[in-house]
């Protein structure tokens, strides 16, 4: 079975290798800045002893005249190195001796070199009661003590050609040199090995010990990077996974899930996209099953007519009349128009309604629509009104005449079924920009405005029984908003001055549409 590892995981595994990355080139990089300066510290801190040591060699050497006084001394050697190496302030190499010109950092003071044994650089004289031999301690000039890896590097004295006057160097090994200047001449050299490093053991244990806390750091800050990142792993994504199980049971059918939005970033915004995204499918499904409810009812009306009728013709109730054959026929037109008219919303949801753009006159289309519907306005008692506000008496738009001629004749049909017997309508066509535009008011019954953004619902109609007393199959304005939109104009309704509906539609004019 192929392991397959969750986001969660990958999640974690990605926060956890980023920050075992960032501690290990953090750690390397603190680790060479660390060799790199503190060895450039150690090797300062050399030439420091160096010079040091160069100038209390030059004091000693113009008091003595010569190299004589240090040849084959070294308990001399040892004191001068001594002399020159940092101690704590105040230390004393006897107890009872008090500081003079040759502690700290100083050399011995003017005359020390030619005082007799028990002075600086001899010692006590043997049994004298209250002095302390102090023992050479390891790294003063000697090299390192023995079992021990480490110690300064030993210095040594060479007169000016070059012999050695005191300390230890080994043949062909490369010396950094100071010069030993007295009464404005050279006369010597003070010179130490020129090594890969110059730690001492103290040096080095100090560095090893911060090599050892900053592993043991970047340990730390490893195991504290696996909670965090385990936290925030499954921190980000458990409202990921949410969102998931809801969509899950979505598309499952379960349209009322919901999730609860716990944050105002991204994560947040996805969430309330996802709801929308229920709310706009729950209100889809209730649309279609009110829509197939509706159409069921709309289609078996007429067809429970004509069945009636025919039984009854069939039963000799009534006789095939020409009035009762009128009434059938009725009856047919009603359910061919409704069939009709759900045919060409399915053709326009799906874009299959054929249109054949070409200059037309929608004022003309207009005229001809009431022309031919003159009988029902008389005898509706209808006082209707045509203005066309343009220059030429004209409105030409670029659009399909047949689909605009369906436009008017569905909305004069609207104002025919719903208007109170003698009432009026009010037609405006007028020019805005490169819109045509197409008003449309009609007097009362007025239409509430909470149900005016649900005119051009397929099916949706202001009264609330299925009587139907006006005939409408609710249809003619989901249609007439479909042929606008389809010549990418807009379509909208408001409450007319005259008491009734008014309805704008907008039109592309010339190339625009």
């Known amino acids: 079975m192929r392991f397959s590892p969750g986001i969660t995981a990958k999640l974690f595994a990605a926060f956890l290798v980023t920050n075992i990355v960032t501690a290990v080139v ?18 300062e801190r050399e030439e420091s002893r160096l010079n040091r040591l160069a100038a209390v060699l030059s004091t000693a050497y113009t008091e003595a005249g010569s190299w004589d006084f240090l040849r084959g001394n070294e308990s001399l050697w040892l004191d001068l190195n001594r002399s020159v190496r940092p101690e704590p302030r105040g230390f004393r190499t006897s107890p009872r001796e008090p500081m003079r010109g040759g502690e700290f950092g100083r050399g011995p003071a003017p005359g020390d070199f030619t005082k007799g044994p028990g002075e600086f650089g001899r010692g006590p004289p043997p049994g004298e009661p209250g002095k302390v031999q102090p023992s050479p301690r390891e790294g003063f000039g000697m090299g390192p003590p023995p079992g021990r890896e480490f110690g300064p590097p030993p210095a040594v004295v060479l007169d000016e050609a070059g012999r050695v006057v005191a300390g230890r160097s080994n043949p062909g090994e490369e010396l950094m040199r100071r010069p030993v200047v007295s009464g404005g ?37 490893v195991a504290l990077s696996a909670i965090v990142a385990a936290f925030l792993a499954r921190g980000l994504l458990f409202p990921v996974k949410r969102i998931a199980a809801a969509t899950r049971k979505l598309a499952d059918g379960d349209y009322a899930t919901r999730v609860e939005a716990t944050s105002s970033d991204e994560l947040g915004q996805l969430v309330e996209d996802f709801n929308r995204l229920g709310n706009a499918l729950e209100k889809h499904e209730a649309a279609r099953r009110n829509f197939m409810a509706d159409v069921s009812h709309e289609l078996r009306t007429p067809i429970a007519v004509l069945r009636g009728e025919l039984e009854a013709i069939e039963d000799g109730v009534r006789k095939a009349s020409p009035e009762n054959m009128a009434s059938l026929k009725a009856e047919v037109a009603r359910l061919a128009r409704l069939v009709d008219d759900i045919h060409d919303l399915s053709l326009a949801d799906v874009g299959g309604l054929a249109y054949r ?41 670029r659009g399909d005449a047949q689909r605009l ?27 805005e920009g490169r819109e045509a535009v197409l008003e449309w008011s009609d007097s009362e019954p007025g239409v509430p405005p909470e149900a005016l953004p649900r005119l051009f619902e397929r099916l949706f109609r202001v009264e609330t029984s299925r009587n139907r007393t006006h005939g409408g199959s609710g249809l003619g304005l989901a249609i007439v ?13 408001r409450a007319s001055e005259l008491g009734g509906l008014r309805i704008e539609a907008r039109l592309p004019r010339g190339e625009a549409a």
Request: zero cysteines; hydrophobic letters at 50%.
């Open 26 to 43: 953090v750690g390397w990089g603190v680790r060479a800045a660390f060799d790199t300066g503190f060895e450039a510290y150690v090797k």
């Open 405 to 431: 001629g369906q436009l008017v004749a569905n909305l004069l049909e609207n104002t025919l079924r719903y208007t109170d017997e003698r009432g009026q309508l009010r037609i405006g066509l007028r020019i």
């Open 185 to 221: 001449h050279r006369v010597g050299w003070i010179a130490a090995p020129m090594r890969e490093t110059a730690f001492d053991f103290a040096d080095r244990r100090f560095r090893d010990q911060q090599w050892r806390a900053g592993w043991i750091v970047a340990l730390v800050a």
């Open 357 to 397: 753009f070409e200059a037309v006159d929608l004022g003309r289309i207009v005229l001809d629509t009431l022309e031919h519907a003159a009988a029902r306005i008389e005898a509706r008692g209808l006082d209707v009104a045509v203005d066309v506000r343009t220059p030429d008496g004209m409105l030409a738009v």
């Open 481 to 493: 908003k479909g042929i606008v939109e389809a010549h990418g104009g807009t379509v909208s309704a």
